[in-house]
């Protein structure tokens, strides 16, 4: 198949959109709209208490909702950042902490109709004070809750943001696979 013809509609500090006009299997010229993106991180910050374990998680307003909801912290990766220091800045921006282990818990696409995206979820663990300024558009609240009561919140549909419910998920499995071992 012949390359795509493309242009840059917009850019911007982290994403540009990109206009393409590609071939399909049938030969049909179509033009979509892609957003370019360098990739994410999700955190799940992790630690132990008396109840069980404990994920921090973020109460933050999202402009694009108009209101303040419940997700685990996350950011955009610079271009050229590594993976790994992505997620302890942006969990140093986030929640005031930094951790001495991160875990991989894979990777998933938030919106393949829209973007080329990739977001790395990581399990944060061993977490001490370390924080850093966050971005001057952010209202947070580091708000600390179960996994047992989140893991109801993602079963229960009170728990709405998508990133948050797949990476508590796995964040349940890997603990109980991890228990078995």
Known sequence: MPPPSSQIIWQGDSWYLREETRR?????????????????????????????????????????????????????????????????????????????????LGEIWPAPGLTDEVMHIFLAQELTPAPLPGDVDETIEVTPMLLAELETMAQDGRLQDGKSVVAVWRTAVYLQNRSRS
Request: proline letters at 9%.
């Open 24 to 104: 399909l299997p049938d030969g049909t010229a179509v033009t979509c709209g892609i957003v370019v993106h360098p990739g994410s991180v999700v955190l799940v910050p992790l630690r132990p208490s008396p109840a069980g374990p404990e994920i921090l998680m973020l109460r933050q307003y999202r402009q694009t909702l108009g209101q303040t909801i419940l997700e685990l912290p996350a950011g955009t990766r610079h271009w050229d950042e590594v993976w790994l220091d992505c997620a302890q800045r942006e969990l140093r921006e986030e929640t005031g902490y930094r951790a001495e282990q991160f875990i991989s």
